[in-house]
Every structure is written in structure tokens, then in C-alpha cells.
């Protein structure tokens, strides 16, 4: 039995303390994973907080980590002691189900987060997770940074390959931030011409050097209307309401409005406009496992990288107070 170290929330918007606990046998499919590195992500603090009425107290977040595999189990065959690994927001998947069998894991039926009830995060020196919701870090990955790409990173990525988006689309990318801002260095990398669209004058600069062609206002009611009709695909990372109906405007016949950040409101949308142009709203989540190696191997090879800001794990309560503060950029790791 091995103890693990880690930071809990003891109770719903508390600081977190110094939290120890037992880990039991180890499963023949489970993984052991010395963390060496964890992403902070919003959805940390939405559980901290009890947002969604679903947390469990004492409560251990953390599900982007990186780290080196410590123990497998017997039936574990796709890493050993001694690879550097991450983990992201799923840490069990059945197996079994349609979508598991049809390689879509993030769609299970019985998914198990990596911070869901009944199970400890990464904000630890150990985390555990079962078969291959654990990646093995390509080469060419740094494992100090890769942790936000399991999360932030796999989210962007996935519309890409999962809803067709072609190297001679014209995307554009709604909200320059944690997601955001690594978006846009995909679609330069997939071949697109990308557009930034920020409320923020401050990111213009940052926006272009990421990949954006150019950059558009999204606060500007001229700037929008100039822009009607111009893309392919939107990507929105925002989760603030907009005016949803001038975002659709600026789609071609045939584009779509992929949604990524997590909307608190209902998104209000008038339907003829949609009908008239065969527009399409999707959005998703995460992605499969096999999708999260791919997006890893397209990162090292087109040098896509996190930008982050590291503290070290005893800073995690001011780490999550500059998280909250909304002035991180883009991501934050903590160094264990």
C-alpha cells in the first residue's frame, strides 16, 4: 500500500491543506503514476467550488498531469516502469461499450473522470488511472508543459479531426485564452487561414505571433458584420453569451459553429438563419485516447507549444487564486 501526498479541499471554496490518503492493491489494468507536473484548469475550481453539486469532500483535483509510470499492472502492455506519461480528464473507460469499441473512449458509457466521486486527482505525488486512458509522451514533448495539451490541448484538437476541417478552410477562433490561444497554432499548422477573434486589444499582437492571420474584435458590431460570410468553421472557446446570431452571420453557406467552452446561459439562436445557409452547430469534448497520442505526435512534429506560467505545488492556493483572477496566461502548471 502506498501513501499518497496530495492537496484537498476539504470543504466546497475552501484553500486546500495538506491531505494524505492510502492508495489499495493495485488492479490488474491500473497504472501508478509519480506526478512531476499538473495543469490548473477552470474545471478545478468549478469542483472545488461545487459548481455542478456533484464534488465529493475532501476533495483532490488535478487531471493534467505528467509524470513518470511508477507500477502497471499485469495486463498493462502499452507502457512500463519508467515511461514518461500524461493524464488527462478520463482515468477509466469500460472497454466494452459501443463507442469504446468504435474508438470514440471519451464517449463511454461509464467514462470515470480522473477527479469523479470514489476517485483522487493529480494534485498529489502519486495519481492512479486504469489501462489506456494513460498516453505515453512522444518524443520531441516537453513533460514540463505537456500536462494542459491532455485537457486544453486534446478539447481544440479534436474538431479537427472528428468534424473534417480541411488545410483550405478559413477558421476562426472566438476567444484567445487557455484554449484559445492553442487553436490557433493548430489551424496554422493544419494548413488554415485562421482568424483571431478577441474583445481583448492587449492579445492582438500575441494572437498573430501564435497564428492568427489576422485579428477581428469581437465586441465590434462593424467589425463582425464586416467579416459576414467570410469562414468555414468558428471555433468558440468562450463561456460567456454572445450575440450568437452575429457570430452565425460571419459563417459561409455550409459552416459551422463548434462549440468548446463550456456555456453557463442558454445560447439563444434564431433558426431560420441556419436553415437558409445548411448551417451546423456540434460541439465536443475532450477526445479519445488514440486522438490525444495523435494530437501529441502533431504538437512535437509542427513545435506547438503551451504557453504557461509554473508554480511550484505548495503555491497551488495562489496558483488557483491567479487562475480565478482570469490574468493567467495562458496556462498554469504546477512543478512537484
Known amino acids: 500500500m502506498r501513501t499518497v501526498k496530495a492537496y484537498a479541499a476539504p470543504k466546497a471554496g475552501s484553500k486546500l491543506e495538506p491531505f494524505e490518503y492510502e492508495l489499495g492493491a493495485l488492479g490488474s489494468n491500473d497504472i501508478d503514476i509519480q506526478v512531476e507536473y499538473c495543469g490548473v484548469c477552470h474545471t478545478d475550481l468549478s469542483l472545488r467550488d461545487n459548481v455542478w453539486g456533484a464534488t465529493e469532500f475532501p476533495f483532490v483535483g488535478g487531471h493534467e498531469a505528467t509524470g513518470t509510470v511508477i507500477d502497471v499492472g499485469p495486463e498493462v502492455t502499452h507502457v512500463k516502469v519508467g515511461d514518461k506519461v500524461g493524464l488527462g480528464g478520463h482515468s477509466h473507460y469500460c472497454m466494452t461499450c459501443p463507442q469504446c469499441l468504435d474508438g470514440d473512449h471519451n464517449l463511454c458509457e461509464s467514462v470515470q473522470s480522473t477527479v469523479s466521486p470514489g476517485r483522487n486527482g493529480a494534485f498529489a505525488d502519486i495519481v492512479r488511472a486504469s489501462?489506456?486512458?494513460?498516453?505515453?509522451?512522444?518524443?520531441?514533448?516537453?513533460?514540463?508543459?505537456?500536462?494542459?495539451?491532455?485537457?486544453?490541448?486534446?478539447?481544440?484538437?479534436?474538431?479537427?479531426?472528428?468534424?473534417?476541417?480541411?488545410?483550405?478552410?478559413?477558421?476562426?477562433?472566438?476567444?484567445?485564452?487557455?484554449?484559445?490561444?492553442?487553436?490557433?497554432?493548430?489551424?496554422?499548422?493544419?494548413?488554415?487561414?485562421?482568424?483571431?477573434?478577441?474583445?481583448?486589444?492587449?492579445?492582438?499582437?500575441?494572437?498573430?505571433?501564435?497564428?492568427?492571420?489576422?485579428?477581428?474584435?469581437?465586441?465590434?458590431?462593424?467589425?463582425?458584420?464586416?467579416?459576414?460570410?467570410?469562414?468555414?468553421?468558428?471555433?468558440?472557446?468562450?463561456?460567456?453569451?454572445?450575440?450568437?446570431?452575429?457570430?452565425?452571420?460571419?459563417?459561409?453557406?455550409?459552416?459551422?459553429?463548434?462549440?468548446?467552452?463550456?456555456?453557463?446561459?442558454?445560447?439563444?439562436?434564431?433558426?431560420?438563419?441556419?436553415?437558409?445557409?445548411?448551417?451546423?452547430?456540434?460541439?465536443?469534448?475532450?477526445?479519445?485516447?488514440?486522438?490525444?497520442?495523435?494530437?501529441?505526435?502533431?504538437c512535437a512534429r509542427h513545435d506547438i507549444k503551451v504557453v504557461t506560467e509554473h508554480f511550484p505545488f505548495d503555491q497551488i492556493n495562489e496558483a488557483l487564486e491567479h487562475l480565478e483572477s482570469g490574468k493567467a496566461r495562458y496556462r498554469i502548471v504546477l512543478d512537484n
Open 131 to 298: 489501462g489506456v486512458s494513460v498516453v505515453k509522451l512522444p518524443d520531441g514533448i516537453d513533460v514540463a508543459d505537456a500536462g494542459p495539451l491532455f485537457c486544453a490541448g486534446i478539447t481544440v484538437f479534436n474538431p479537427f479531426v472528428k468534424f473534417g476541417i480541411k488545410p483550405t478552410d478559413r477558421i476562426a477562433v472566438l476567444g484567445i485564452g487557455g484554449l484559445g490561444h492553442l487553436a490557433l497554432q493548430f489551424g496554422k499548422a493544419w494548413g488554415c487561414h485562421v482568424t483571431a477573434l478577441t474583445s481583448s486589444s492587449s492579445k492582438k499582437e500575441e494572437a498573430m505571433a501564435l497564428g492568427a492571420h489576422e485579428v477581428v474584435n469581437s465586441r465590434d458590431p462593424e467589425a463582425l458584420a464586416a467579416a459576414a460570410g467570410s469562414f468555414d468553421v468558428i471555433l468558440s472557446t468562450v463561456d460567456v453569451a454572445l450575440n450568437w446570431n452575429q457570430i452565425i452571420a460571419m459563417l459561409k453557406p455550409k459552416g459551422r459553429l463548434h462549440f468548446l467552452g463550456v456555456q453557463a446561459v442558454p445560447a439563444e439562436l434564431q433558426l431560420m438563419p441556419l436553415m437558409f445557409s445548411q448551417l451546423s452547430l456540434s460541439s465536443s469534448l475532450v477526445g479519445s485516447p488514440h486522438t490525444v497520442a495523435d494530437m501529441l505526435e502533431f
